[in-house]
């Protein structure tokens, strides 16, 4: 091999797109190590997205393939970096990145998509965890079947939060009886949050994506000012009245500067079941003109069907039990749109491009 074929495969691979994407690697700064002894490839990519792998391989091995290297072993994997966020804010300890999932109002399904959400980003690839932050209306329990389940403490300090369908979930849920009210002030829900956020013996994750209360209060507040929030996202109906509301969560993130990720526009069509007719019950294309108005990007959209509400209300979610649906498809492709975006919008620029690695023979 030729010291200049040596040299440019590794800068001709970091040029090759995500698939599905107009974002070439070295955009995401992916790792890029080019073994010439051992003629190996690998690729690192700082979002969760191993749906993409195979065809990302068979990219890489025609470019290989382009310099005369048709025998290369080549692996793709997800190495999920901390990416910048607010400063003087002390990140929490094994977390590499906090995803606000918010809306402006309630009854637009932001559980519902914050726990699909998480278990997407978990279906591909990523180390994800999941805090509910509705201290007054805790619903992560139910939805993710953990009702009646409590955390376990070995010091009594800290609490070792419960497992569902690989993701570690923490919610006031499990602390109180389901059907007690909440009647607290904001002081003692902010604490209720700060107990959960600092007292809960995490794993290591990748994501920790918080399920936070609808409209702009004492929690969001909290959250934004106490913990290096990564990016969020907001969750929306195609309606006016909700996207209004959405645009003020939206706002409210920008102003005590936390990345807004972009806009998931749910309950978009109802297919009717007896005719197949779509039908927009709420209005159409609301969440793309929010996502516009705003400067920011629509990340997906998600259909009103009744298999996410029964899948919820049973403790059994779409992506984690219906992973081959269209539906769990839609939300997986949601998580890889939210990753590039998290990646894409990183806020330390100390290096322009990822690392790349070559070895001499």
């Keep these: 091999m030729s010291e200049t074929t040596h040299n440019a495969l590794p800068a001709a691979l970091a040029a090759l797109s995500l698939p599905g994407t107009s974002v070439r690697l070295s955009d995401l700064r992916a790792q890029i190590e080019w073994q010439a002894a051992s003629r190996e490839i690998r690729i690192a990519l700082p979002l969760a997205c191993e749906s993409l792998h195979e065809l990302l391989r068979d990219a890489a091995g025609e470019t290989a393939s382009m310099f005369g290297i048709d025998d290369a072993t080549i692996t793709v994997a ?30 637009v399904g932001k559980s519902t998509t914050a726990a699909n959400l998480a278990l997407a980003f978990a279906a591909e ?42 993701l570690a979930v923490m919610s006031m849920g499990f602390l109180v009886d389901e059907t007690a009210p909440m009647v607290w002030r904001g002081p003692m829900v902010t604490s209720a949050l700060n107990q959960l956020l600092h007292q809960t013996d995490w794993p290591e994750l990748d994501l920790l994506v918080v399920d936070m209360p609808p409209g702009t209060g004492d929690i969001q507040l909290t959250l934004s000012q106490t913990v290096p929030v990564a990016g969020a996202v907001i969750v929306t109906t195609p309606q006016d009245i909700a996207l209004t509301d959405a645009r003020k969560g939206l706002e409210m993130f920008r102003k005590v500067a936390v990345n807004v990720l972009g806009i998931i526009e749910n309950m978009s069509l109802y297919t009717c079941t007896h005719c197949g007719t779509p039908v927009s019950l709420f209005g159409a294309g609301g969440g793309e003109r929010l996502a516009a108005d705003a400067g920011t990007q629509l ?45 894409q919008t990183r806020k330390d620029y100390s290096a322009t491009f990822g690392q790349i690695v070559v070895e001499d023979s």
């Design 78 to 107: 997800t190495v999920i970096p901390a990416f910048g966020v607010q400063r003087n804010l002390k990140p929490l300890p094994r977390i590499n990145n906090v995803i606000a999932v918010a809306s402006g109002k309630g009854g």
């Design 125 to 166: 690839g990523a180390r994800v965890g999941v805090l509910d932050a509705d201290i007054y209306g805790p619903s992560m329990p139910r939805m993710l079947g953990l009702v009646g389940q409590q955390p376990h403490s070995a010091d009594g300090k800290r609490m070792t939060p419960p497992q569902a369908y690989d």
């Design 299 to 343: 990340l997906g959209e998600l259909p009103l069907a009744i298999e996410i509400r029964e899948g919820v209300d049973a403790g059994k979610p779409t992506v984690a039990v219906d992973a081959h649906s269209e539906l769990a498809r839609q939300y997986r492709q949601i998580a890889i749109s939210t990753g590039l975006a998290l990646a």
